[in-house]
């Protein structure tokens, strides 16, 4: 059976679940569930944007769960593709998005059957992992983790901001003629992390060129030295709308400069006053807030998942392959078995080649098993999160065979990802 839109199917006598159609009724519904759910004016028209206008619209699927009875919508959610790069390989991935269920119908399960349909849509077209940017703590339940850092957000007090105007530097609304240039600078501040999006020039447009900004979608503005293009930074609303998301690549100091004072005067703020950016923490601009006094206010998460922890294995092959061709284990021939304390993945090497990746359901044998983890606290190690030795500080059941200890930390080392999305 294939799953598209259009699909339905009965879950009993009074519910059904929906991949929907580009009909307006079917927008119309989606809309109306999600204003009710989320309580944000903004949502429908970005809702009918994603729907008619995003490059990727063919392939964006709401599902959603139907009362016939009542002829309504009682719970939905979205799956949006997204394409990232890991180690310089693709990795094709999804994003759940747009998740709500009215309240009169929770405590009922629906997200649960609901992602049981998204799960399957991704083994299907062949996505690997999913990442959402959702609540806390509700998406353990549908085995999700947080894996890097998310609305990383600093405070400075605006009297700190230097005050030092440099004449040769303009600002101005970047054009669909700057989307070259943008896409260069975005590839060489990005290729210097583990994962990353791939620049896709049309989704980029959806999202980060537009007029206006608020939480869901961004403008973009191009940095000018003596009217030569320099650099550009993206901007936009918190999801909670409490302050300013800068999205930037490697900016110099005058930039960083002028970049703070554009804000002070956006957003009216007298010398007394304190602003606080949402801003990657790996950027150069994060760093210099600090540098100025700025202090760290608050930090979330992405939230991941890998379903189907073999194929991910076998997706990273080349990736891990390589990575003992680089090291003292290079021709390694060994049998490596990696446990979540409900399956272990027994990776054949032989000769520094993964020949085969098995599973096996079953509670570990801590005699035979090089690596165990619970659970989703694996994704963490393998998306290069966290080492194996800060996972144990705070899972004590993480816990690696000294043996084995230095192979783990060359196959799957701590790595600095910058993940964004197109949604």
Request: proline share 4%; aromatic share 14%; glycine share 4%.
């Amino acid at each position: 059976m294939k799953f598209e839109k259009g699909y339905n199917a009965k879950i009993d006598e009074q519910f059904s679940i929906h991949i929907a159609e580009e009909t307006e009724e079917d927008l119309n519904a989606i809309i109306n569930l999600n204003l009710r759910v989320h309580q944000e004016e903004v949502i429908e028209t970005f809702i009918r944007r994603v729907i008619l206008e995003h490059p990727l619209r063919n392939k964006i699927l709401f599902l959603f769960i139907k009362d016939q009875k009542e002829n309504k919508l009682a719970s939905s959610i979205c799956l949006a593709p997204l394409e990232w790069q890991i180690d310089g390989n693709k990795l094709p991935i999804c994003e759940m998005e747009f998740v709500g269920t009215l309240e009169e119908y929770r405590g009922r399960g629906f997200i649960k059957i609901l992602n049981e349909l998204y799960e399957k849509i991704m083994h299907q077209n062949g996505y690997n992992l999913s990442v959402i940017r959702g609540i806390p703590f509700y998406y353990r339940s549908l085995g999700y983790e947080y894996v890097s850092l998310l609305d990383e957000r600093i405070s400075i007090p605006v009297s700190k901001i230097p005050n030092k105007k440099y004449d040769t530097i303009t600002l101005r609304k970047a054009t669909t003629n700057d989307i070259t240039f943008i896409e260069s600078k975005y590839n060489q501040f990005h290729e210097n992390f583990y994962i990353y999006n791939i620049f896709d020039p049309e989704c980029f447009k959806f999202k980060y060129l537009n007029s206006q900004f608020n939480s869901e979608i961004r403008s973009t503005y191009i940095f000018e030295t003596n009217g030569v293009k320099t650099n550009y930074f993206s901007l936009g609303l918190s999801y909670d709308n409490q302050n300013y998301e800068i999205i930037n690549p490697n900016l110099n100091n005058r930039e960083m400069i002028t970049l703070l004072q554009f804000i002070k005067t956006m957003g009216s703020y007298h010398e007394n006053d304190i602003i606080t950016l949402s801003t990657s923490e790996v950027s150069p601009f994060y760093r210099y807030i600090l540098s100025l006094g700025g202090e760290p206010a608050s930090t979330y998460g992405w939230q991941i998942k890998i379903p189907h922890l073999q194929r991910f294995f076998y997706q990273i092959k080349p990736i891990i392959e390589n990575r003992l061709k680089n090291s003292k284990f290079s021709g390694l021939t060994k049998i490596l078995r990696i446990s979540d304390y409900q399956s272990t993945f027994i990776l054949n090497f032989k000769s520094g080649i993964l020949t085969n990746v098995e599973i096996k359901p079953e509670y570990p044998n801590p005699q035979i098993t090089d690596l165990r983890i619970p659970g989703a606290f694996l994704f963490k190690l393998l998306l290069g999160d966290r080492t194996i030795d800060e996972l144990n500080y705070i899972i004590r059941d993480a816990i690696v065979s000294p043996s084995s200890k230095l192979l783990i930390e060359t196959l799957f080392p701590k790595k600095e990802s910058l993940f964004s999305s197109y949604i």
